[in-house]
């Protein structure tokens, strides 16, 4: 499952980022941010109309574009 697909309120952890076509800096950002394999990510809240999520990970909150999220895959 990836990460755009959580239910509001669902938790997943973290079981690999994007595919081969996604570049090393975006999955150093990522990393970064937070989203290192194993972590667990909440969905808080997610835009009427598909544009974002509103997440938490390690403590903090983000907002991510689903096209980004969908590229994040999670274990529920």
């Keep these: 499952m990836v990460l755009s697909e959580l239910g509001l309120?669902?938790?997943g952890s973290v079981v690999r980022l994007g595919?081969?076509?996604m570049s090393l800096s975006l999955k150093r950002r990522l990393?970064?941010?937070g989203f290192t394999r194993g972590s667990e990510v909440?969905?808080?809240?997610?835009a009427p109309?598909?544009?974002a999520v509103q997440l938490t990970v390690r403590g903090a909150s983000l907002c991510l574009n689903n096209r980004l999220a969908?590229?994040?895959h999670v274990e529920v």
């Design 9 to 11: 309120g669902q938790k």
């Design 19 to 21: 595919d081969q076509s």
């Design 31 to 33: 990393m970064a941010l």
């Design 42 to 46: 909440k969905m808080v809240r997610s």
């Design 49 to 51: 109309l598909g544009g």
């Design 70 to 72: 969908a590229q994040i």
